[in-house]
Every structure is written in structure tokens, then in C-alpha cells.
């Protein structure tokens, strides 16, 4: 089973709709992570959580909300959902202790109609 | 801002040749540097990471070097097979998080 997991894998709505993604992880780590990839653009940090009660905004966090329910679950929200918004999304994991690297996500294809 | 800059256009090349990217970053001072895999429509997958007070790292056929003076980062394979057909990401870090390169493509070729 995948260590990393998201759902919904692919997702297509309209133009101000609230989605929520979710992700879970069987690691037991504590850091959780939310990216956005556009074409050309590379991964860019969306909210960072380093455990249940500590989560933090990284460079886009404007239009998106987060809830870390558990130490293995932690959602990402659209609360209306705008086009520009379509992109791919993915969930990541790490661990200080082991040099941080990131485990990530299948990932979630977002399409704003 | 900080800025990262990996090799703008995709690298193709011959089977059994090295492949060097190249991973520039201004107005940051990160602890260390990573480099993943991105194969098409799945999650990065972490390949190595080199801290900052390291010059080199090898792994099998992959080799990174990090020049904290010139704020560069060189990823090299060797002998390079078709399987490693792929967009690669270089990646800084702090205690914090990572910041992640746009990601150079490459396509081996037999």
C-alpha cells in the first residue's frame, strides 16, 4: 500500500464550488505539506503543518484553508473555487530527524471549470 | 526574493553519455539541497541530498556537488539509460520547508 495517499485522484468543477482534497499517511511523520504544480512554475508551497496544532501559511496560501485532523490526515480546502486554480496538487510528508525529505502524493489533477 | 534556476531547456541525450544539470539560487542560504524524480502525472521521489557543508555526494550513478560560493548545484548521471528519462527538481531547505526549482526534462535516448 501506498505510504502516501490522495483523494480525490482527479477532480474537474465549476467556478466557485468549495472541494476539499485530502491526504493521509501511514509514515508517522509529523511534518504534512500542500504544493500546487503549474506547467513551468515547479512546486510551490501551499500550507505546511508540523503537527496537529501547528500549521503554518507558505507562498500561496491566499484562496486555500487547511485542517489537520489527525497526525496522519491533513486537507486542503478551495473554499470557492476559482479557474486559475486548475493545476495539479500534491500532499508530502517528511521527517526532520532523516534530513526532512519530502514523500509525496500520487497527486490530485484540479480542473476549474 | 529568492530565486532558483535549473537548466531552461530539456536535455537529450545519447545512451551511456552524462547528463549535468545545473541548479542556480540567489538570496537564499539554505542547509542543504535535495534533488527528485518527477516522472509525468506522478509525486517527486527523492533521490539525494547534500547538506552545506558538504562538496559532493554520490549514489550509483548519480553524483551532486554544491558550490555554496556560487550558489550552484551540478547533478550529474553517468552512463545514462533510457529509465532515466525524466523531469528532475532541485529542491532548498531550511528547518522549515523546501523551496522547489521549476525542473529541468530529460530524455535519453538509445
Known amino acids: 500500500d501506498a505510504d502516501v495517499t490522495q483523494t480525490p485522484r482527479n477532480r474537474i468543477t465549476k467556478t466557485g464550488k468549495r472541494i476539499m482534497l485530502e491526504c493521509s499517511q501511514t509514515?508517522?511523520?509529523?511534518?504534512m505539506y500542500w504544493y500546487r504544480q503549474d506547467p513551468g512554475l515547479g512546486l510551490r508551497l501551499i500550507y505546511y503543518s508540523f503537527d496537529v496544532k501547528d500549521i503554518n501559511k507558505g507562498e500561496i496560501s491566499d484562496g486555500y484553508s487547511v485542517s489537520r485532523q489527525a497526525q496522519a490526515k491533513f486537507s486542503l480546502s478551495l473554499e470557492s473555487a476559482i479557474p486559475n486554480q486548475t493545476a495539479l496538487y500534491f500532499c508530502a510528508t517528511s521527517d526532520l530527524l532523516a534530513g526532512d525529505t519530502q514523500y509525496f502524493g500520487p497527486g490530485t489533477r484540479l480542473t476549474v471549470l | 526574493s529568492q530565486k532558483i534556476e535549473q537548466n531552461s531547456e530539456a536535455l537529450n541525450i545519447q545512451e551511456g553519455k552524462t547528463a549535468t544539470l545545473t541548479c542556480n539560487y540567489t538570496?537564499?542560504?539554505?542547509?542543504?539541497l535535495q534533488w527528485y524524480r518527477q516522472d509525468p502525472g506522478r509525486g517527486p521521489v527523492f533521490l539525494l541530498l547534500i547538506r552545506e557543508n558538504e562538496k559532493e555526494k554520490r549514489k550509483e550513478r548519480l553524483k551532486v556537488t554544491f558550490d555554496t560560493t556560487l550558489k550552484q548545484s551540478l547533478f550529474h548521471i553517468t552512463a545514462s539509460q533510457p529509465a532515466d528519462s525524466a523531469t528532475y527538481l532541485c529542491?532548498?531547505?531550511?528547518?522549515?520547508?523546501?523551496?522547489f526549482g521549476a525542473g529541468t526534462t530529460v530524455t535519453v535516448r538509445a
Open positions: 538570496n537564499y542560504s539554505p542547509a542543504y
Open positions: 529542491a532548498l531547505g531550511d528547518d522549515y520547508k523546501l523551496s
Open positions: 509514515k508517522g511523520h509529523d511534518r
